[in-house]
T-cell receptor
Framework: AQTVTQSQPEMSVQEAETVTLSCTYD???????LFWYKQPPSRQMILVIR??????QNATENRFSVNFQKAAKSFSLKISDSQLGDTAMYFC?????????????FGTGTRLKVLA | SAVISQKPSRDICQRGTSLTIQCQVD?????MFWYRQQPGQSLTLIAT?????????ESGFVIDKFPISRPNLTFSTLTVSNLSPEDSSIYLC?????????????FGPGTRLTVT
């Protein structure tokens, strides 16, 4: 069964600094998708970034980038130039295809606090 | 991305009663999902809401407790029946396009349920 592990329950970073959130997963599949979602205190889940497993190039979205290591089954999120608005829970998710549909398996989350 | 609304945003219910949560999307979508997020925890998939047929439930969730309807491609309801304090959670609706697609999911704002 697929599992997603986020080993850092809480992290903090100074405003304008860079922080990396870790995520590892376990799967026997070769083609899959990985995602990072952000959940601010308002609780609205927001998609941050997506990575297709067949792509070797790491995904980037403005200040957010990933370090995807397929062999190591690692998918970390780097936030550059951290802003106060980045304070949120961050969830890593693995997309699993099942019988013509798909579903997500979420990690336990990392609570990130950006300090002024 | 789709705009998703949920009603109610929060409710306080007595044990033994039921609560029906509505999820409305501003465009037609292939996939609709219902999640539960217990306080401070990650997201757990309850079921995939299938248009015109019975929902597909995850292990540990049953139709008698969580009946789901999906009459069309823009609307779904989740009922939490015979409420107990253990049902106190945030319930989230999400939507996505089926394969082939980027497999992204977009989430509603959630419904916070408190059972007394």
């Amino acid at each position: 069964a697929q599992t997603v592990t986020q080993s850092q329950p809480e992290m903090s970073v100074q405003e304008a600094e860079t922080v990396t959130l870790s995520c590892t997963y376990d799967t026997s599949e070769s083609n899959y998708y990985l995602f990072w979602y952000k959940q601010p205190p308002s609780r609205q889940m927001i998609l941050v970034i997506r990575q297709e497993a067949y792509k070797q190039q790491n995904a980037t979205e403005n200040r957010f980038s990933v370090n995807f290591q397929k062999a190591a089954k690692s998918f970390s999120l780097k936030i550059s130039d951290s802003q106060l608005g980045d304070t949120a829970m961050y969830f890593c998710a693995f997309m699993k295809q099942t019988s013509g549909t798909y579903k997500y398996i979420f990690g336990t989350g990392t609570r990130l606090k950006v300090l002024a | 991305s789709a705009v998703i609304s949920q009603k109610p945003s929060r409710d306080i219910c007595q044990r033994g009663t039921s609560l029906t949560i509505q999820c409305q999307v501003d465009s037609q979508v292939t996939m609709m999902f219902w999640y539960r997020q217990q306080p401070g925890q990650s997201l757990t998939l309850i079921a995939t809401a299938n248009q015109g047929s019975e929902a597909t439930y995850e292990s540990g969730f049953v139709i008698d407790k969580f009946p789901i309807s999906r009459p069309n491609l823009t609307f779904s309801t989740l009922t939490v029946s015979n409420l107990s304090p253990e049902d106190s959670s945030i319930y989230l609706c999400s939507v996505g396009q089926g394969p082939p697609s980027p497999y992204e999911q977009y989430f509603g704002p959630g419904t916070r349920l408190t059972v007394t």
